[in-house]
């Protein structure tokens, strides 16, 4: 084969003048360096293939551990969901958390068995805190907090089958992945303005004369009954209001806690903390002064009232409902007859305790000025239960609005129109009444949230009322009360609706790092 020549080309500066020529030496250059390619070859082709297997391996370590975070914070989150201060909330915790393990990992294609001991429990959301698989009764009530950890489970979706195994930093050829997340209630839906329990008495009966059933009382309060929240004391004849520390969880120190700082947990209606069981919690004891000399206007923002910019739109949303039952004012409750008379239930201290005239067993109050219009407005959001020893998973049985005279007092009924077809003045669903049903205003209609007028507060064991500043106190129970009307400086009126379960308290669930 005949070889090219090499082409040498030579600019002569001087005269600006070009010559070609041939080199023969040129050319036998050309063909030694024409073998330093295949040599280079060899040492780059290892390079890039030791690249393609070393990024394979990444990716498949990086889509493992992607998938095992996914799956412990998921599962984290359903556990924690469950969890509400009782042993019961544990079960269901660990039965959520296989269910929910098991799905993730089925849609990812890997099919393992659950292992429980990757579920523990704490009081608190620091990892290295003191983590429990199994919680007893007296501790349950403290333990809000659930950690995964995905080293307990098989190692076959821990394990990770490496392209090119020789190039892994270790001597395994299927190197381990784990990951841990933690996950607990950040708050809860419980206003931060406690009273006192009117009895010590979670359930008992109330014998009404003329009545077969027994009526439900609940830790002294009647259902469908108003009450000035502010004016109660089962103790004393001196009202019994509490501030509650929002920041400080059962059986921790309390911190200094003042009105100011409770306005923004007034205005969502909820506290910092992950539950109300397992310890005492902290109050400040406002018997001489009451706690809604400035906070009212953030109970407020419930009626679509904002005066002042306490509260935000967005945190603190009105009521799909914000019409105030003024039966202080004539035709204040439509429903009821009489439809005027005192706004609350009448205050009484003739046993020597402050509480309503409803409150006093039959024949009913002696004191002076009782009349029908005492008992305030009746049933505005839900009706008077009978008793029974447990409730039913129905529900309570409640009595029908032909009872009122028995229940209460003579002269008290119900108009032809009330609970037409089944529905309470506040919540009148595809009923238009304009006597009963006001919409908030046209600006702030995207934000209206339904029973934001319900206040859930926690009830106080005042066997001895707490007096002073940052005293601790015990939480019987939390009481569920309807805002019948907008509060003032020194009264909260508000309908009693029964009690809550912790379990349905549950504010956010959030991961912790």
């Known amino acids: ?16 003048s070009t010559t070609v020529t041939t080199s023969a030496n040129a050319r036998l250059q050309y063909q030694r360096e024409d073998g330093a390619f295949a040599i280079m070859l060899a040492p780059l082709l290892i390079v890039i293939v030791a690249a393609c297997g070393l990024a394979l391996n990444a990716g498949a370590l990086y889509n493992r551990k992607v998938e095992l975070s996914g799956m412990a914070k998921a599962v984290a989150l359903a556990a924690a969901q469950e969890l509400n201060g009782t042993t019961d909330g544990i079960a269901a915790a660990k039965t959520k958390a296989r269910e929910t393990a098991q799905g993730y990992i089925y849609n990812h294609g890997i099919s393992i068995t659950w292992q429980e001991a990757a579920l523990t429990f704490s009081t608190g959301p620091a990892r290295s805190g003191d983590w429990r ?29 490496l392209v090119f195994p020789s190039l892994s930093s270790g001597t395994s050829p299927s190197p381990y992945i784990n990951d841990i997340a933690v996950a607990g ?62 920041a400080s969880a059962p059986g921790m120190s309390g911190s ?18 992950p539950g109300l069981k397992g310890g005492a919690i902290h109050v400040s004891s406002l018997s001489s002064t009451s706690p809604l000399e400035s ?8 009626f679509d009232d904002y005066t002042g910019d306490r509260c935000s739109v967005n945190s603190a949303p009105p009521d799909s409902n914000v019409m105030a039952y003024q039966y202080d004012k004539s035709g204040g409750a439509p429903w009821m007859v009489p439809s005027t008379g005192s706004r609350a239930a009448m205050s009484t201290t003739e046993r020597n305790k402050l509480e309503t005239v409803a409150d006093i067993p039959p024949p009913g109050s002696t004191a002076t000025g009782v009349t029908a219009g005492s008992y305030g ?31 209460y007092a003579s002269g008290l009924s119900a108009t032809g129109s009330y609970q037409s077809g089944g529905v309470s003045p506040y919540n009148p669903i595809g009923v238009t009444n304009p006597a009963t049903i006001l919409s908030p205003a046209l600006a702030r209609k995207d934000f209206i949230t339904s029973q934001r007028r319900v206040l859930n507060v926690p009830l106080l064991s005042c066997t001895t ?16 009360f309807f805002m019948t009307v907008p509060a003032t400086k020194d009264a909260l009126i508000a309908e009693f609706a029964g009690t809550i379960p912790d379990r349905l308290l549950t504010g956010p669930v959030e991961l912790y790092p």
Not at 8 to 14: K, L, R, V, Y
């Open 133 to 161: 698989s199994s919680v007893s009764a007296d501790d349950a009530g403290r333990y809000y907090f659930a950690k995964v950890d995905t080293s307990a489970l098989d190692v076959q979706i821990r394990s990770v089958s």
């Open 185 to 246: 209630r950040s708050a809860i839906n419980v206003l931060p303005i406690a009273i006192c329990a009117m009895s010590e008495d979670a359930t008992t009966p109330r014998t009404n004369t003329g009545m077969p059933d027994t009526e439900l009382v609940e830790y002294g309060f009647r259902r469908g009954v108003s009450y000035d929240l502010m004016r109660l004391n089962p103790k004393a004849t001196t009202p019994a209001r509490f501030l509650v520390d929002a």
């Open 256 to 273: 200094s806690f003042d009105v100011q700082v409770a306005g923004p947990f007034v205005c969502t209606g909820s506290m910092w903390m």
């Open 465 to 480: 009322v707490p007096s002073g500043s940052n005293v601790p106190a015990t939480v019987k129970g939390i009481g569920k």
């Open 295 to 302: 906070l009212h206007i953030q109970l407020n923002s419930r």
């Open 1 to 16: 084969m005949k070889s090219r020549p090499i082409i040498s080309t030579i600019f002569n500066g001087a005269n600006g």
């Open 377 to 407: 407005p009746l049933w505005a959001y839900t009706k008077a239960a009978k008793y029974a020893a447990s409730e039913p998973s129905s529900g309570y049985a409640t009595f029908s609005s032909s009872d009122w005279a028995k229940l």
